[in-house]
């Protein structure tokens, strides 16, 4: 009995792993999860993340050469001495302590300068990474889903073709339909199979670009864009939005921290030509004389100031400083390309938002007419008075408004996340609110 219930209660908890299994596979997975893993996951923002670590490594060693410099040293020897009359033994000790502090140094303070200007671009760079990553995210997911759209669709249209295919047939058959149109709607069916194979190799292409950057296959069903989603437009206008752009863009703040850092490179080279001055302390205690010779044992003490001032280099100071400026003035306008790109790429942005809101609008009205349509014509065609090219226009008429309408709305949640993305304003909360508009396939 008791071998029975135990047989019974393993196979219960191994078909409750198994359902739990099948549910897990089964489960779909959305925008936001997927944000969340391709953080930790996107090579990208990973090089980003250690770029920033060694700019502040830098920037630290830097800063230790403005800080004081202490040395000790010891020493430890074992001597032996002949003459023509007598050999000697003896061993020796010696300690030093040095201390050493730069009072002018104007080559090492702005050297800190600029691996401090390095590590804040490195900052903003990590920023713009992973900015860039979240888009790239979005635009891959939606691309996705919409070679999804594109097989369903297909799928949807092939099937209504073939029910008109079969009526056809039948009307053939009863010598009431013209063979060029049996052809013509047999080779629609052909067509749209060979679409149909092409939509579902493009949908796996499409979640290779989204395991590229999660660093894993895509197993899991993505979830969808909700039937009727809440669409609004950006509260602010296109000056607001250039203006933020201009202000907050990581990409653009890198850029400017690169020009500082350009800056101080010339004033580094610049101070090539000043004096520095440090001040030395060192202790030393010893009992070893000239030439190894064992002396009594002695304490020194000494203070000191030590200025050097470069005379002539062979012209090289000036070369290097030639050449950084020509190295600045590269900086300048790449800064310069990348303030008008970001320009336009905010203005685009925003004219795309205003342009999918009003095709979205369009596209709804001309789908339900494109439905219509088709169902009157079929309608008509069962009657003899359409024939079989009026039904596959139609057909194709209503499946394009729905591909187009479909597109129009992920070309918004797009084009909306592109405008934050130049804005700088891109967070979480953006991809969350996106992550909201979808739900799961049905």
């Not at 001597?79 to 050999?87: C, G």
């Not at 030395?280 to 205690?285: P, S």
């Not at 190295?327 to 942005?349: N, V, Y």
Request: glycine share 4%; hydrophobic share 45%; aromatic share 8%.
């Amino acid at each position: 009995m008791w071998t029975s219930m135990f047989k019974l209660s393993t196979l219960g908890v191994c078909l409750l792993v198994n359902a739990n299994i099948a549910m897990a596979a089964n489960a779909s997975v959305d925008l936001w999860a997927l944000y969340l893993e391709s953080r930790d996951t996107d090579p990208r923002i990973l090089r980003a993340a250690a770029l920033e670590r060694s700019s502040a490594g830098r920037q630290r060693e830097a800063f230790g050469r403005l800080l004081p410099q202490l040395n000790a040293n010891a020493n430890f020897n074992r001597s032996q001495r002949d003459d023509n009359l007598t050999r000697s033994q003896y061993d020796g000790q010696g300690y030093a302590l040095g201390l050493s502090q730069l009072l002018y140094a104007p080559q090492a303070w702005r050297s800190y300068q600029k691996f401090s200007a390095l590590t804040r671009q490195s900052v903003f760079e990590h920023e713009n990474a992973r900015i860039q990553a979240s888009i790239d995210l979005v635009e891959r997911y939606f691309a996705t889903l919409a070679a999804e759209d594109e097989l369903r669709l297909v799928q949807a249209e092939l099937a209504a073709t073939e029910r008109n295919h079969v009526r056809l047939e039948a009307l053939f058959a009863k010598k009431m339909a013209k063979v060029t149109d049996v052809l013509e709607l047999k080779a629609r069916v052909d067509l749209l199979n060979a679409r149909s194979i092409e939509a579902a190799n493009q949908i796996e292409i499409n979640k290779e670009t989204i395991a590229e950057l999660i660093g894993r296959p895509i197993e899991q069903p993505l979830k969808r864009l909700a039937t009727h989603p809440d669409f609004l437009a950006p509260q602010n206008d296109q000056v607001f939005w250039v203006t933020t752009a201009l202000r907050s863009n990581p990409a653009l703040q890198a850029s400017e921290q690169a020009l500082d850092a350009a800056q101080a490179a010339v004033a580094e080279a610049k101070a090539g030509h000043l004096p520095t001055l440090a001040f030395d302390i060192n202790a030393q205690r010893s009992d070893i004389g000239y030439e190894g010779a064992l002396t009594p044992r002695s304490d020194t003490y000494v203070a000191s100031f030590g200025l050097q001032i470069p005379l002539y280099s062979g012209g090289s100071t000036q070369a290097r400083v030639s050449s950084l400026y020509a190295e600045l003035d590269a900086a300048q306008q790449e800064h310069e390309a990348l303030r008008r790109q970001i320009m336009r790429e905010t203005r685009t942005a925003y004219f795309n938002i205003e342009a999918s809101l009003s095709r979205i609008a369009a596209l709804e009205l001309a789908l339900a007419s494109a439905e219509k349509s088709r169902s009157a014509t079929e309608q008509a065609f069962s009657y003899g008075v359409m024939n079989a090219v009026d039904v596959l226009d139609s057909i194709e008429m209503e499946f394009r408004a729905k591909r187009d309408l479909l597109q129009s709305q992920y070309n918004f949640i797009t084009s909306l996340l592109v405008l934050y993305r130049w804005s700088g304003r891109l967070n979480d909360t953006d991809v969350r609110r996106v992550n909201s508009w979808l739900v799961p396939p049905s």
